[in-house]
């Protein structure tokens, strides 16, 4: 406990409709277990009141008063992320841990995708990125310290069985602008590393992935089977992973992208296809 006492916490997307737990609602809740001032930013304003009133109602339970802040803001917008760093600056005075976890997945190839679908899988899984640690980091600069956790994935490091090659573009590019900003900013006190999980059961899953099988059942147990532990891992082994990277505990460590995919990049085959 208190691993993140008096830091504050930036989570671009972390609602969730309903308060349903997905990898975003799952790292904002450890982050506030862990003591941390989380503010929550997601497009939809449902899904900011969501997660707050999750984060609020299982701490509360559990005999602590979380402070926990909620933005509605669309993470691919200039003026939207620039106002949420600074609401965030003008509530808490400084941000600790800037974690990215917005991100979309979209089936089909370069024959298939329309070039809209392409531009909006730049702008939501890279672009926000960008913007946010544009706004971000002059914060972390000045205080000399300041971890930045982005969400990629396996599917940026390898084939994993799915016809999304824009997925696979945007998560790789997340990996290398991660690195790159590790690097440029190392010597100011900033790290900045890459969580990239693998066959995770989260909601996206079911909106998003589903469509390439015939029922959800198919789905379920062919990601599991597809798991080298047998069964996809959970939205706390990513928040897990991320709280790890954002705590001082891993102060040395900069620059890396961390699988969480019970050794998916390391088995010596690829997966079948998915579909």
């Given at each position: 406990m208190n691993r993140l006492l008096n830091k504050t916490c930036l989570v671009f997307g972390g609602g969730s409709i309903g308060g349903e737990i997905n990898n975003g609602l799952a790292t904002a809740l450890?982050?506030?277990?862990?003591g941390a001032n989380v503010v929550v930013v997601d497009m939809s304003p449902e899904a900011v009141d969501g997660a707050v009133k999750r984060i609020t109602d299982e701490l509360t339970a559990e005999g602590v008063e979380p402070s926990v802040l909620g933005i509605a803001g669309n993470?691919?917008?200039?003026?939207?992320?620039?106002?949420?760093?600074?609401?965030?600056?003008?509530?808490?005075?400084?941000?600790d841990v800037l974690h990215?976890?917005?991100?979309?997945?979209?089936?089909?190839?370069?024959?298939?995708?329309?070039?809209?679908?392409?531009?909006?899988?730049?702008?939501?899984n890279l672009t926000s990125i960008f913007l946010t640690c544009k706004y971000v980091l002059p914060?972390?600069?000045?205080?000399?310290?300041?971890?930045?956790?982005?969400?990629?994935?396996v599917g940026g490091m390898r084939y994993i069985g799915y016809n999304y090659p824009s997925y696979s573009a945007t998560k790789g590019a997340v990996t290398q602008?991660?690195?790159?900003?590790?690097?440029?900013?190392?010597?100011?006190?900033?790290?900045?590393?890459?969580?990239?999980?693998?066959?995770?059961?989260t909601p996206m899953i079911y909106k998003q992935i589903s469509g390439a099988y015939d029922t959800v059942e198919e789905m379920?147990?062919?990601?599991?089977?597809?798991?080298?532990?047998?069964?996809?891992?959970?939205?706390?082994?990513?928040?897990?992973?991320?709280?790890?990277?954002?705590?001082?505990?891993?102060?040395?460590?900069?620059g890396v992208c961390l699988p969480v995919d019970g050794g998916l990049v390391q088995s010596s085959a690829p997966p079948a296809h998915a579909q």
């Open positions: 450890t982050y506030a277990r862990e993470v691919t917008n200039d003026a939207d992320v620039r106002a949420a760093v600074d609401a965030t600056i003008a509530k808490f005075g400084r941000i990215n976890n917005v991100g979309i997945a979209r089936m089909g190839g370069p024959v298939e995708q329309p070039i809209d679908e392409w531009n909006l899988m730049l702008n939501v914060h972390m600069v000045a205080q000399g310290a300041g971890s930045i956790v982005n969400v990629g994935s602008f991660t690195q790159n900003v590790a690097l440029e900013y190392a010597s100011r006190g900033i790290r900045a590393n890459t969580i990239a999980p693998g066959y995770i059961n379920v147990a062919a990601r599991d089977a597809l798991s080298p532990t047998g069964k996809m891992g959970t939205s706390y082994d990513v928040a897990n992973a991320a709280l790890f990277l954002a705590s001082d505990e891993s102060r040395y460590i900069n």
